[in-house]
């Protein structure tokens, strides 16, 4: 068997890599329109060819053709919750993985999966297969569901696992859009934005007032996924998963276009300018653990890099503080510094020690 394994020098391997982009977002955020224009341009890029095909799997009762004008290159699938005679098939992970299949043997260069989370939370998704695999294993009894609730989660999530190795094997980029639901918060002057009987998730990160209705296991498949916010439709506002080589390309404070495909997929087909980003983005940083007057030091030296970093800026300058505060409390003549939130002695416990001491000296002197 092991004569079959053969390591490869990466210099022989020329193949263009595939994309996996992952957009969420509530209604309003753009979701829809900027997936079509980043995928024109991975199309573009990855055929050669302006108006190479889009391919759209449409979950959303045909929204997508709303832009059919503005995108004729979209090759439409109205993937529907029942057949075409009225009969129930919903959105289990085998009709996806026939769908990326049919992708795939039509040559279809990109591929827009909208609203994907429809596999997660849809009539036949992972959640419903979950609740009807638990009925069955109680019996519909409710006071069993919990003791055998992992048990129908182990039967249904190798199903769903099969579904994303069959995206992070795809032969074309995808792009997957799914829902976010906003998370309750309330507004203090002295906290800012804090969450409200925010259920923890998975897919959820503390600082971002969005959860995704996907997995986990999805979004951290995606070579890179953002969140969108209607206070600024089409930019990735949360960036949930971005390598530093994407760090330029998705600028939070800029929608994403066709220009933000094309550089993806120059990226992909030829690694692009990325891996020289990232190393200015890593000299940055090493800047920063030097405090701020380092950092200040290189951010002049490097005018021409200051809009890739930034991307990091807060990072660095968190960098930078930290930096300083420790190079301040290791520098201190003071032992005691920085120790006014340790615990203190009451003044009854620093009299039982007096005690203890001076009842120990005079045995001593004894």
């Known amino acids: 068997m092991s004569a079959m394994i053969r390591f490869i020098p990466v ?16 209604s309003g955020t753009g979701k829809t329109y900027s997936a079509l224009l980043m995928a024109r341009g991975i199309a573009e890029v990855t ?9 759209y799997v449409d979950t959303e009762n045909r929204r997508a053709l709303h832009y059919k004008q503005a995108f004729p290159e979209m090759c439409h699938f109205d993937m529907k919750a ?32 909208d609203s994907f989370s ?21 019996g519909g009894d409710d006071s069993k569901k919990n003791q055998r609730s992992q048990l129908a989660w182990a039967e249904v999530k190798p199903r769903y696992r099969r579904l994303i190795d069959r995206i992070v094997r795809a032969k074309c980029s995808m792009i997957i859009c799914t829902r976010a639901k906003p ?31 996907s997995d986990g296991d999805l979004m951290f498949e995606m070579t890179a996924m953002v969140i969108l916010d209607p206070s600024a439709p089409g930019c990735p506002v949360h960036q949930i998963k971005v390598a530093d080589q994407f760090k330029g390309l998705l ?19 030829s690694q692009g300018s990325g891996q020289q980003d990232k190393a200015v983005l890593d000299s940055a940083r090493e800047a920063a653990r030097g405090g701020k007057e380092a950092f200040t030091t290189w951010w002049n030296e490097h005018k ?38 340790a615990p203190r002695l009451t003044p009854e416990q620093e009299a039982e020690i007096q005690r203890e001491i001076d009842e120990r000296n005079a045995r001593e002197s004894a």
Do not use: Y
């Open 11 to 26: 210099a022989e391997l020329n193949d263009p890599l595939t994309l996996a982009i992952g957009l969420s977002g509530g």
């Open 47 to 55: 055929t050669g060819k302006t108006g190479a095909p889009i391919g």
């Open 82 to 113: 029942v057949d075409d005679a009225g009969k129930m098939i919903g959105f289990g992970p085998e009709r996806w993985i026939e769908v990326i299949d049919a992708a795939e043997a039509a040559n279809l260069p990109v591929v827009i999966l």
């Open 118 to 138: 429809h596999a997660w939370e849809g009539v036949g998704g992972v959640l419903d297969l979950q609740a009807q695999v638990l009925d069955r294993l109680t």
């Open 183 to 213: 998370v309750m918060q309330e507004k203090s002057a002295k906290t800012g934005w804090k969450e409200v009987n925010a259920r923890a998730t998975k897919t959820r990160r503390q600082d971002v007032p969005w959860d995704p209705a």
């Open 251 to 269: 600028d939070a404070r800029r929608p994403m276009g066709v220009e933000t495909g094309r550089a993806m997929a120059e990226w992909a087909k």
């Open 304 to 341: 021409e890099d200051r809009a890739l970093v930034k991307t990091i800026l807060a990072e660095c300058q968190d960098l930078a503080a930290n930096a300083d505060a420790a190079k301040d409390e290791s520098e201190s003549d003071d032992p005691f510094a920085n120790t006014d939130d």
